[in-house]
Protein backbone atom coordinates (compact mmCIF):
# COMPACT_ATOMS: atom_id res chain seq x y z
CA UNK A 1 0.00 0.00 0.00
CA UNK A 2 1.10 4.01 -0.42
CA UNK A 3 -1.60 5.21 1.55
CA UNK A 4 -3.84 4.10 4.47
CA UNK A 5 -6.36 4.48 6.97
CA UNK A 6 -7.58 2.57 9.77
CA UNK A 7 -9.93 2.14 12.29
CA UNK A 8 -9.15 -0.16 14.98
CA UNK A 9 -11.79 -1.02 17.42
CA UNK A 10 -12.86 2.51 17.07
CA UNK A 11 -16.94 1.71 16.71
CA UNK A 12 -19.26 -0.91 19.01
CA UNK A 13 -19.87 -2.51 15.55
CA UNK A 14 -16.55 -2.42 13.50
CA UNK A 15 -13.54 -4.59 15.14
CA UNK A 16 -11.30 -3.38 12.43
CA UNK A 17 -11.54 -0.98 9.05
CA UNK A 18 -9.08 -0.28 6.14
CA UNK A 19 -9.49 1.75 3.14
CA UNK A 20 -6.25 1.94 1.40
CA UNK A 21 -4.51 2.43 -2.15
CA UNK A 22 -2.04 0.19 -3.48
CA UNK A 23 0.51 2.60 -6.18
CA UNK A 24 2.85 0.71 -7.98
CA UNK A 25 4.28 0.97 -11.87
CA UNK A 26 1.36 -0.77 -14.20
CA UNK A 27 3.90 -2.56 -16.07
CA UNK A 28 4.57 -4.65 -12.34
CA UNK A 29 2.31 -7.76 -12.91
CA UNK A 30 -0.22 -8.55 -10.05
CA UNK A 31 -3.23 -11.13 -9.58
CA UNK A 32 -6.39 -9.88 -8.25
CA UNK A 33 -7.31 -10.07 -5.15
CA UNK A 34 -8.64 -14.11 -4.27
CA UNK A 35 -8.79 -16.76 -1.93
CA UNK A 36 -5.21 -18.48 -2.47
CA UNK A 37 -5.23 -21.96 -3.23
CA UNK A 38 -2.34 -22.12 -0.75
CA UNK A 39 -2.90 -21.60 2.11
CA UNK A 40 -6.04 -21.70 1.43
CA UNK A 41 -7.35 -19.42 4.03
CA UNK A 42 -5.53 -16.63 2.63
CA UNK A 43 -7.45 -13.62 1.51
CA UNK A 44 -5.24 -11.29 -0.72
CA UNK A 45 -4.18 -10.25 -3.75
CA UNK A 46 -0.68 -11.11 -5.44
CA UNK A 47 2.41 -9.45 -6.90
CA UNK A 48 3.17 -11.62 -9.25
CA UNK A 49 7.20 -10.48 -9.60
CA UNK A 50 7.85 -11.07 -6.28
CA UNK A 51 5.30 -13.54 -5.06
CA UNK A 52 3.97 -11.46 -1.81
CA UNK A 53 1.17 -9.48 -0.98
CA UNK A 54 0.56 -5.85 0.49
CA UNK A 55 -2.44 -6.25 2.29
CA UNK A 56 -4.92 -8.89 2.91
CA UNK A 57 -6.61 -10.91 5.65
CA UNK A 58 -6.88 -14.71 6.93
CA UNK A 59 -9.82 -16.69 8.04
CA UNK A 60 -7.64 -17.72 11.04
CA UNK A 61 -7.99 -14.59 12.02
CA UNK A 62 -5.08 -11.91 10.94
CA UNK A 63 -4.97 -9.10 9.04
CA UNK A 64 -1.65 -7.28 7.63
CA UNK A 65 -0.81 -4.23 5.41
CA UNK A 66 2.54 -2.98 4.15
CA UNK A 67 3.81 0.77 2.72
CA UNK A 68 7.86 1.24 1.86
CA UNK A 69 9.07 3.75 4.00
CA UNK A 70 10.83 6.55 1.53
CA UNK A 71 13.55 8.56 2.38
CA UNK A 72 16.23 5.80 2.74
CA UNK A 73 17.55 5.89 -1.40
CA UNK A 74 16.98 3.02 -3.55
CA UNK A 75 15.92 -0.40 -2.31
CA UNK A 76 19.13 -2.73 -1.77
CA UNK A 77 18.37 -5.78 -4.38
CA UNK A 78 19.73 -8.21 -1.82
CA UNK A 79 17.08 -7.72 0.89
CA UNK A 80 14.01 -9.88 1.04
CA UNK A 81 10.59 -8.70 -0.38
CA UNK A 82 8.29 -7.03 1.99
CA UNK A 83 5.46 -8.71 0.40
CA UNK A 84 7.02 -12.28 1.77
CA UNK A 85 6.94 -10.46 4.94
CA UNK A 86 2.96 -10.07 4.95
CA UNK A 87 2.19 -13.41 3.10
CA UNK A 88 4.28 -15.20 6.14
CA UNK A 89 1.84 -13.17 8.66
CA UNK A 90 -1.41 -13.94 6.99
CA UNK A 91 -0.42 -17.51 6.42
CA UNK A 92 1.46 -18.08 9.85
CA UNK A 93 3.69 -20.17 8.92
CA UNK A 94 7.36 -19.29 7.58
CA UNK A 95 10.39 -17.11 8.91
CA UNK A 96 8.26 -14.10 9.25
CA UNK A 97 5.11 -15.58 10.85
CA UNK A 98 5.08 -14.24 14.31
CA UNK A 99 4.95 -10.87 14.36
CA UNK A 100 6.31 -10.25 17.60
CA UNK A 101 9.39 -12.36 16.59
CA UNK A 102 9.95 -11.49 13.06
CA UNK A 103 12.92 -9.27 12.18
CA UNK A 104 12.29 -6.32 9.59
CA UNK A 105 16.18 -5.71 9.42
CA UNK A 106 16.11 -8.64 6.57
CA UNK A 107 14.05 -5.79 4.85
CA UNK A 108 14.17 -2.91 2.75
CA UNK A 109 12.79 0.47 4.95
CA UNK A 110 8.94 -0.36 5.97
CA UNK A 111 5.59 0.42 8.11
CA UNK A 112 3.79 -2.76 8.57
CA UNK A 113 0.75 -3.11 10.74
CA UNK A 114 -0.33 -6.34 11.65
CA UNK A 115 -3.80 -7.45 13.52
CA UNK A 116 -5.95 -9.87 14.97
CA UNK A 117 -8.92 -10.43 17.37
CA UNK A 118 -6.98 -9.04 20.15
CA UNK A 119 -4.60 -6.29 19.24
CA UNK A 120 -3.29 -4.39 16.48
CA UNK A 121 0.57 -3.80 16.08
CA UNK A 122 2.34 -1.68 14.14
CA UNK A 123 6.33 -2.20 13.26
CA UNK A 124 8.67 -0.54 11.38
CA UNK A 125 12.48 -0.27 10.58
CA UNK A 126 13.64 2.99 10.41
CA UNK A 127 15.14 5.14 11.97
CA UNK A 128 15.37 1.84 14.11
CA UNK A 129 13.62 -1.10 15.37
CA UNK A 130 9.67 -0.08 16.14
CA UNK A 131 7.57 -2.42 17.39
CA UNK A 132 4.29 -1.13 19.70
CA UNK A 133 0.40 -1.86 19.90
CA UNK A 134 -2.49 0.17 18.63
CA UNK A 135 -5.19 1.66 21.33
CA UNK A 136 -8.49 2.06 19.95
CA UNK A 137 -8.43 4.78 17.09
CA UNK A 138 -8.32 5.90 13.59
CA UNK A 139 -4.29 6.13 12.04
CA UNK A 140 -3.15 7.01 9.03
CA UNK A 141 0.09 5.54 6.66
CA UNK A 142 1.49 6.77 3.83
CA UNK A 143 5.60 6.26 2.83
CA UNK A 144 6.32 8.34 6.23
CA UNK A 145 6.18 7.72 9.36
CA UNK A 146 2.56 6.87 11.53
CA UNK A 147 0.08 9.43 11.59
CA UNK A 148 2.91 11.78 9.75
CA UNK A 149 0.36 14.38 8.63
CA UNK A 150 1.02 14.51 4.69
CA UNK A 151 -1.43 16.00 2.61
CA UNK A 152 -3.30 12.66 1.81
CA UNK A 153 -2.80 10.97 4.87
CA UNK A 154 -4.82 13.65 6.76
CA UNK A 155 -7.71 13.24 4.11
CA UNK A 156 -7.82 9.81 4.23
CA UNK A 157 -8.47 9.82 7.89
CA UNK A 158 -10.69 12.70 7.58
CA UNK A 159 -12.69 10.30 5.04
CA UNK A 160 -12.77 7.49 7.41
CA UNK A 161 -13.37 9.12 10.36
CA UNK A 162 -16.20 11.21 8.77
CA UNK A 163 -17.51 7.60 7.79
CA UNK A 164 -17.26 6.39 10.94
CA UNK A 165 -19.07 9.27 12.94
CA UNK A 166 -21.30 9.08 10.15
CA UNK A 167 -23.41 5.98 11.07
CA UNK A 168 -20.25 3.61 9.75
CA UNK A 169 -22.35 1.67 7.53
CA UNK A 170 -22.07 0.30 3.91
CA UNK A 171 -17.65 0.34 3.91
CA UNK A 172 -17.59 0.57 -0.04
CA UNK A 173 -18.73 3.80 0.42
CA UNK A 174 -15.27 4.52 1.38
CA UNK A 175 -14.14 3.59 -2.02
CA UNK A 176 -15.48 6.79 -3.50
CA UNK A 177 -12.33 8.25 -0.89
CA UNK A 178 -10.02 6.87 -2.51
CA UNK A 179 -10.72 8.02 -5.78
CA UNK A 180 -10.24 11.40 -4.95
CA UNK A 181 -7.32 12.61 -7.27
CA UNK A 182 -6.64 16.04 -6.19
CA UNK A 183 -4.31 17.36 -3.90
CA UNK A 184 -5.39 18.33 -0.40
CA UNK A 185 -4.58 21.95 0.71
CA UNK A 186 -3.46 20.74 3.97
CA UNK A 187 -0.69 18.93 6.11
CA UNK A 188 3.35 19.60 5.68
CA UNK A 189 5.31 18.92 2.93
CA UNK A 190 7.05 15.83 2.13
CA UNK A 191 10.99 16.30 3.64
CA UNK A 192 11.90 14.26 1.06
CA UNK A 193 11.51 12.77 -2.22
CA UNK A 194 10.23 9.54 -3.08
CA UNK A 195 12.60 6.57 -3.65
CA UNK A 196 10.47 6.25 -7.09
CA UNK A 197 11.26 8.53 -9.73
CA UNK A 198 7.90 8.67 -11.44
CA UNK A 199 5.92 9.31 -8.35
CA UNK A 200 5.29 12.91 -7.81
CA UNK A 201 6.88 15.38 -5.00
CA UNK A 202 3.47 15.24 -3.62
CA UNK A 203 0.55 13.09 -4.54
CA UNK A 204 -3.70 12.91 -3.89
CA UNK A 205 -4.86 9.87 -2.41
CA UNK A 206 -5.14 8.60 -6.22
CA UNK A 207 -2.41 8.93 -8.40
CA UNK A 208 -3.68 9.07 -12.60
CA UNK A 209 -0.66 8.74 -14.50
CA UNK A 210 -0.07 6.33 -17.72
CA UNK A 211 3.37 5.17 -16.15
CA UNK A 212 3.16 5.37 -11.75
CA UNK A 213 -0.19 5.45 -10.70
CA UNK A 214 -2.90 3.60 -8.65
CA UNK A 215 -3.76 0.46 -9.13
CA UNK A 216 -6.11 -0.56 -6.73
CA UNK A 217 -8.12 0.55 -3.65
CA UNK A 218 -8.91 -1.44 -1.14
CA UNK A 219 -11.54 -1.77 1.86
CA UNK A 220 -10.89 -4.58 4.72
CA UNK A 221 -14.31 -4.69 7.18
CA UNK A 222 -14.71 -6.69 10.19
CA UNK A 223 -17.15 -6.23 12.31
CA UNK A 224 -17.52 -6.99 16.35
CA UNK A 225 -18.82 -11.01 15.72
CA UNK A 226 -15.80 -11.81 12.96
CA UNK A 227 -17.99 -11.27 10.04
CA UNK A 228 -15.53 -9.74 7.28
CA UNK A 229 -15.42 -8.36 3.59
CA UNK A 230 -12.73 -7.47 1.45
CA UNK A 231 -13.61 -5.12 -1.60
CA UNK A 232 -10.87 -4.32 -3.92
CA UNK A 233 -11.75 -2.16 -7.02
CA UNK A 234 -8.94 -2.06 -9.89
CA UNK A 235 -7.63 0.42 -12.44
CA UNK A 236 -6.20 0.47 -15.81
CA UNK A 237 -3.36 2.95 -16.78
CA UNK A 238 -5.61 5.49 -17.73
CA UNK A 239 -6.97 5.40 -14.16
CA UNK A 240 -10.04 3.81 -15.07
CA UNK A 241 -11.76 0.85 -13.37
CA UNK A 242 -11.02 -2.43 -14.69
CA UNK A 243 -12.36 -4.87 -12.59
CA UNK A 244 -13.19 -5.27 -9.09
CA UNK A 245 -13.64 -7.88 -6.59
CA UNK A 246 -15.66 -8.45 -3.38
CA UNK A 247 -15.29 -11.40 -0.63
CA UNK A 248 -16.68 -11.89 2.24
CA UNK A 249 -15.03 -14.14 5.56
CA UNK A 250 -15.46 -14.99 8.94
CA UNK A 251 -12.83 -14.69 11.89
CA UNK A 252 -12.96 -17.50 14.33
CA UNK A 253 -14.35 -16.21 17.75
Not at 40 to 55: F, K, N
Not at 79 to 89: I, P, Y
Not at 225 to 235: L, S
Amino acid sequence: MCVLALAWKAHPHWHLVMAGNRDELHERPAAALARWAHPDHVIAGRDLRSGGTWAGASEQGRFAVVTNLRGYGAPLPDRASRGALVSDLLAGEGRYADPDQVSCEDFNPLNLIVADRDRAIFVSNRPGPIHSLLAPGIYGLSNGTLDEPWPKTLRLKEILLDWVVGGAAEPETLLDGLGEDHLPAVGLSLATPSDVPQEPPQSPIFIRNPVYGTRCSTVVAIDVQGRGEIIERRFSSAGDVSGETRLRFFWPV
